[in-house]
Structures are given as C-alpha cells and as structure tokens.
C-alpha cells in the first residue's frame, strides 16, 4: 500500500511537472560570465520553493563563485540526518540547432521532458524537493528523518565554492550520510545505486608562435604555427590503442575487486547496442583487454574538448595565428592523485615543445575518483526502499563521470554518499536534446519518499 507521502505526490504529479517546467526555463549556465544573474535567479527560486515546503533557516549562501542554497530541518530526535545534494547549474546549450525544441523552453515528447538541465541534475534535484514536500505534507509539517540540503551552482565547472565551504564549514553540513541524485539507472526499469565515479582534472595548453597573427602566404614555410604544434603534442598523449604516454600516468592505477568485476559481468549490457544507439559510431575504441565497462568506470583516460583558436568563420581566411588553445582533461580512477597526474603531464607536455612556440601548461579545476563502501545501513536501506517501489533488486554500478563533491562528503565530513540516479544512458547529458523520462522523475521522487521512511522506521 503507498503511504500517505506517496499518495500525495501522486496527486500533485502534474503540478510538480509545471513546476519544473519553470525550474528549467531559468538558463543557469554556470560557466558562460552572461548567465551569471540566471545562475542567481534559480538558487533565488529555489530558495523559495524551499521555504514554501516547510524546510528551515534556508538561506542563499553567497560566494567567490555562485552561490549555495541552504535549508534544513533537525527535530526528527534519534533518527538519521541526510545531506540532500544537488546541482542547479547546466552546461551550456550549444550546438543550438541540434535541438528539436529550444533547450531553455522544456517540451514534452513521448513521456520525456526535453531540456537543458531535464536530467543532469534540475530534475534530479527537484526530486529531492518535491520527495520532502510530500512527506511534510502528509505527516503534518514533520519528516521521518532529519535533513539537510545543499545545492550548489557551479558543479558543471568544478565545483570549487562547494568545495571549500564543505572545507571550513563541516559543522554546517553535518550528517550521516548524504543522498545524492545525479547519476543513472543501469537500464530502464532497473533499481540502480552508483558507488564509484572517476575524478579528473581539466585543463588548457596554449601554445604561442609568432608575436601576431601572420599572411601564411607571406610568412608560410618560416613561421612556426601552434596549431600544428599542438596537434603535434595531442597526438603523442595517446597512442593508436587508447593508452596514455605520459611518463608514469598508470603508476597509481588502483584496480577494481575481483567481486566487482564479477558483478560488473553479470550486468546487462549489450555492447553491440551501445555501440549503435548511444555512441552512433562504426566502432568502440579504446584500450584492448578492457571491457566498455572497466574502460569507462576504472581506467583512466584522455580527451580533447575543443581548439580555440585562428580562423573559424564559414569561408577561408590565409592566417598562421599567433597562438592556439587546446582543452584537454583526463578522467582519473581511484589513487590517482590529480596533482601529481598534473604535474607528470604538463612535465611531459613540456618536454614537447616544437621549435618556435612557448607553452603555457594550466589546471582549470580537478577532483578525486571515489569509491564507495556498500556494507553500511544507508545503501541497505536505499536497496530495500528501491525493491518497494521496482519491484527489483538493486545493481550497483560504478560512473565514468564525475561529481567533485562526493569526494569531498568523504574526506571532510566523514560521510558515504547514497548515489541514486534516476537518468537513463541515453538522456543526452551535456548533448542536444537532453531529457528525463518523466516515468523516472516520479519513481524518483517514490523512491526517495521510501528510502526516507525505511529509515525513519
Ligand atoms: N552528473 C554528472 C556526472 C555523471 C554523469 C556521473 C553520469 C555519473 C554518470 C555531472 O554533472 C558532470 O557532468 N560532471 C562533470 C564534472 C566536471 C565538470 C568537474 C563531468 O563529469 O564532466
Ligand atoms: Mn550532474
Ligand atoms: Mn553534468
């Protein structure tokens, strides 16, 4: 039988979908400086909603950076505390005329929600909000458990506010554990906690040759041109088979449990329909004796995300420009310690340089891989609320993404985290066209209600 909590969410499922609806229409796009007063504008509506479902000294923290949200309520005696966490912020839209609806005005299709920000993490996040509204609402203004909130507005971009005010403020986020939605169910329909993600570090190389832009006509043949000059680096980063060439970048590589390889085996993925439906590319690649799934949540890895830089207009333009970017991050496994990893690499890159160019070699931001331990009464929990509302039992995964903060719940506030996601593999995260399947925003929120109440219980 649904519990009250339950009952009422169901009968407010279309207005929680407006709400989020007006949720999404906020473009808090957390890296780009000219959405900086929409980044402000959500934590503000957020700040709101919170006060208006009965959460208490919620508070919209400033920062160096976007600011947190905070909200609280502490008078369930002897039971746990939860330390609700979540993102407003989203990445930005482009490329624009990929999408079939504009990203900032959420449309419906086929039971999905198609925005930015639907599933990583507005939607996600909202979950938690309209979870709480329905448990306050049918226990009369009391929750089973105690809890605490925390939203941040600049996950998408490292996360660095966060970070730090987890840092010198533990006492404020104090809990047992924190619960955490932003990651993905394994398949439709299947019960999915995530207890692994990968770290990384992001960072820029910018090479410079001549003192200003040049006539390649003119100056073709003696002149040293950087992008040749990065794409000379880039390609003895990583090898035709997927393994990187920095000097001792695998020497940390900590290895998953024979267990977990095992269970990853019994997972079911289909390589051929990864490959076709959510990749769309004539192979995989990557580093041979790996499956997709060690590849992806337990070896490390490098990518280039763009190459600012010289002419990009439509039309030809005969420049060698004086300088060129290249965005390269790498995805870290647990005990690869992003410092060092920094450090081997831009040794390395330097040791590149081509003749002519001067390098700059920079960190934008960076975070730990993590794993985290199942055998404690929080995941034992969150696995029994899933099988009420699935029917299922639990898998646990690991993701090859990364969320920085989780790290840090560990590290310095002592905490696991409870990652129960509810995207699906092909939601487009970060892609035009992202979504959440709306039946996932309410099992979401049935899934929260229950995980509360087993451990109110
Ligand atoms: N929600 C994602 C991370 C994620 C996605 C984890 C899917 C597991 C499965 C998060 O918002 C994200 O995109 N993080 C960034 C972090 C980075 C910018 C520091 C990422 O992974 O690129
Ligand atoms: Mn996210
Ligand atoms: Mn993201």
């Not at 160096?64 to 505390?81: F, M, N, Q, R």
Request: charged share 25%; with cysteine; net charge negative.
């Amino acid at each position: 039988m649904p519990s009250a909590a339950v009952d009422y969410a169901r009968q407010n499922y279309p207005r929680f979908l407006s709400e989020l609806k007006t949720f999404l229409r906020i473009p808090s796009v957390s890296t780009l400086p000219e959405h900086k007063s929409d980044v402000a504008a959500a934590a503000a509506w957020l700040a709101e909603e919170m006060k208006r479902i009965g959460l208490e000294h919620v508070e919209v923290i400033r920062t160096e950076g976007h600011p947190l949200v905070y909200g609280d309520w502490l008078h369930a005696t002897s039971k746990p505390t939860a330390l609700c966490y979540g993102h407003y912020d989203v990445q930005p839209p482009d490329p624009l005329d990929e999408w079939k609806s504009p990203p900032f005005e959420p449309t419906e299709r086929n039971g999905n929600l198609y925005a930015r920000g639907a599933v990583d993490d507005k939607g996600q996040m909202y979950i938690h909000i309209k979870a709480l509204e329905s448990l306050f609402k049918a226990h009369s203004g009391k929750l089973p458990i105690n809890v605490r909130v925390i939203l941040e507005g600049e996950e998408e971009v490292g996360g660095e506010q966060i970070a730090r005010f987890v840092r010198e403020h533990p006492e404020r986020l104090k809990a047992d554990f924190a619960l955490v939605s932003d990651t993905e169910l394994f398949a439709p329909e299947l019960p999915t906690l995530c207890v692994g993600l990968r770290g990384m570090i992001y960072t820029e190389i910018e090479a410079r040759g001549a003192m200003v832009d040049l006539h390649s006509g003119m100056y073709g043949g003696a002149a040293p041109n950087p992008f040749i000059a990065l794409a000379q680096i880039i390609t003895q980063l990583k090898d035709s088979s997927g393994r990187i060439l920095i000097p001792g970048f695998y020497d940390d590589v900590e290895a998953p449990s024979a267990d977990e390889l095992k269970a990853w085996k019994q997972l079911p993925f289909d390589e051929e329909h990864y490959r076709k439906t959510e990749v769309g590319s004539p192979v995989l690649t990557g580093e041979p004796g790996y499956s997709v799934l060690e590849r992806t949540w337990a070896r490390p890895t490098l990518d280039v995300h763009g190459m600012p830089g010289g002419f990009i207009g439509a039309g030809a333009k005969t420049v060698i420009p004086a300088k060129a970017v290249a965005k390269v991050s790498m995805r870290l496994v647990p005990n690869m310690m992003p410092e060092k990893t920094f450090a081997q690499y831009k040794s390395y890159v330097q040791s590149l340089t081509p003749a002519g160019i001067t390098l700059d070699v920079r960190l934008i931001h960076s975070g730990e891989a993590i794993v985290i331990g199942t055998d404690n009464p929080y995941i034992e929990a969150a696995t029994r609320a899933l099988r009420q509302v699935w029917n299922k039992d639990t898998v646990f995964i690991r993701g090859g993404g990364s969320i920085p903060i989780v790290g840090d719940f560990e590290r310095h506030l002592k905490i696991p985290s409870v990652m129960m996601g509810f995207g699906l593999p092909d939601d487009n995260l970060h892609a035009p066209n992202e979504k959440f399947h709306l039946a996932n925003f309410y099992r979401g929120i049935e899934s929260v209600i229950a995980f509360f109440e087993e451990l109110g219980r």
